[in-house]
T-cell receptor, first 115, second 114 residues
Framework: AQKVTQAQTEISVVEKEDVTLDCVYETRDTTYYLFWYKQPPSGELVFLIRRNSFDEQNEISGRYSWNFQKSTSSFNFTITASQVVDSAVYFCALSEDNYGQNFVFGPGTRLSVLP | GAVVSQHPSRVICKSGTSVKIECRSLDFQATTMFWYRQFPKQSLMLMATSNEGSKATYEQGVEKDKFLINHASLTLSTLTVTSAHPEDSSFYIC??????????FGQGTRLTVV
C-alpha cells in the first residue's frame, strides 16, 4: 500500500529563516510520482512541483528547493529566506501516474512564518 | 494553467436537507474527476473517482447513497450530499484531469450543516 508521512505537524519560523519540510513515502511501485502542494488559509490547493521516480535531480525554483533521495524514500522541501506569505499547510503527495491519478496525500505540515 | 471552478465556495444548510456542489473544468475536457474530503487540520481523503458517462467509484467507507456523484458531461461533475447532518460538515474539494493532462484542483467548498 502507498503511504506518505510528514512527521512535522506544525512548524513556526521567523521571517527570513530557512525551513525544511520533510516527506517520507512508501510504495511498491517502481514508477511513481511525487508532488508538493501548498494550501493557504483560503483552502485551494496550489501546485508546487511534480517529480517522477526516475529523476533524482534536486530542483530549485526561486526560494524553493526540493531534495529527492530515493535511497531513503524522501522528498524534502526547503524554503529559503521564508516570508510571511509562505504561511500555509503544505502537503506532500504520491501518485501512481504523472497526471495525479489516485493521489495519496500526507497529513500536511502547517508552516507559520512570523514577522 | 487549466482552471477548475468549484461552486459554491461556502454553503450552510439545515440538517436533513441536501446540498449540491459543482465542479467545472473551464478550459479542458475532464475525462476523470475526483472528490476529496478534508476535515479540519487533517489531510485530504479521496472519496470517489468519476469518469464521464459512467458511475463513480467510491472509496471504502464512503456511502454512495449519501454522497451522490454525477459526471454527466466532460466539463461538469456534481457532488450531492443528501440528508446532510452536522457530521457531514467538512471541506470538499474536487480535482479534474483530461486524458493526457495532470489533475487540477478546484477552490474547495466549505460545508456547514446546522
Amino acid at each position: 500500500a502507498q503511504k506518505v508521512t510528514q512527521a512535522q505537524t506544525e512548524i513556526s519560523v521567523v521571517e527570513k529563516e530557512d525551513v525544511t519540510l520533510d516527506c517520507v513515502y512508501e510504495t511498491r511501485d517502481t514508477t511513481y510520482y511525487l508532488f508538493w502542494y501548498k494550501q493557504p488559509p483560503s483552502g485551494e490547493l496550489v501546485f508546487l512541483i511534480r517529480r517522477n521516480s526516475f529523476d533524482e535531480q534536486n530542483e530549485i525554483s526561486g526560494r524553493y528547493s526540493w531534495n529527492f533521495q530515493k535511497s531513503t524514500s524522501s522528498f524534502n522541501f526547503t524554503i529559503t529566506a521564508s516570508q510571511v506569505v509562505d504561511s500555509a499547510v503544505y502537503f506532500c503527495a504520491l501518485s501512481e501516474d504523472n497526471y495525479g491519478q489516485n493521489f495519496v496525500f500526507g497529513p500536511g505540515t502547517r508552516l507559520s512564518v512570523l514577522p | 494553467g487549466a482552471v477548475v471552478s468549484q461552486h459554491p465556495s461556502r454553503v450552510i444548510c439545515k440538517s436533513g436537507t441536501s446540498v449540491k456542489i459543482e465542479c467545472r473544468s473551464l478550459d479542458f475536457q475532464a475525462t476523470t474527476m475526483f472528490w476529496y474530503r478534508q476535515f479540519p487540520k487533517q489531510s485530504l481523503m479521496l472519496m470517489a473517482t468519476s469518469n464521464e458517462g459512467s458511475k463513480a467509484t467510491y472509496e471504502q467507507g464512503v456511502e454512495k447513497d449519501k454522497f451522490l456523484i454525477n459526471h454527466a458531461s466532460l466539463t461538469l461533475s456534481t457532488l450531492t450530499v443528501t440528508s446532510a447532518h452536522p457530521e457531514d460538515s467538512s471541506f470538499y474539494i474536487c480535482s479534474a484531469r483530461g486524458e493526457f493532462t495532470e489533475a487540477f484542483f478546484g477552490q474547495g467548498t466549505r460545508l456547514t450543516v446546522v
